[in-house]
């Protein structure tokens, strides 16, 4: 008992149970991007309105730092079992580079969007070390930029924070 007044009032564990970082929405709000499907039509991000999205930015290239995170987000909305409906992916595309098609199939349901890079720059916040491409972001229900996931990240880890997510959001 002692040991544990000991570490609790001395030594105050930090408490931080989360990987990702948590973002105030308030300093985020979300912006009309100017976004398109690949085939042209407008669609905005709050089309996704109810879900939560998991969102990376990067390059129509999709080097293979962008083809890890679209596997990632991939697998990590499977794992999710039937909560899995409750996620979107989506990879906002930065410039006019073609995506390949066999790219397109194998991450089909992923929403690929082309989008205002300058608008996305300012909204998406990065450690001063990293850019925008580096991370995975997640998007509440009611459209909301709240979390940001490290440059890197460790997709068992994302994993938890995610199930954390739609346990403490789940209605009834």
Known sequence: MLLSYLFYFVIKPEGRTNYGVILDPRSYPMPKLDARLLGGEPKELDAYHGKWIMLQADSGDCAEACK??????????????????????????????????????????????????????????????????????MIDPLGNLMMRFPKDADPNRIKKDIAKLLKASAIG
Do not use: A, C, F
């Not at 790219?103 to 990293?130: A, C, F, H, Q």
């Open 68 to 137: 890890k995170k679209l596997y990632d987000m991939r697998q990590l909305r499977l794992i999710q079992g039937k909560e899995m409906e409750r996620i979107e992916r989506v990879w906002l595309i930065t410039d006019d580079k073609p995506v390949d098609t066999v790219l397109i199939r194998e991450y089909d349901g992923t929403r690929m969007l082309t989008v205002n890079v300058d608008k996305l720059k300012s909204w998406l916040p990065s450690d001063s070390n990293t850019s925008i491409s580096d991370h995975i972001y």
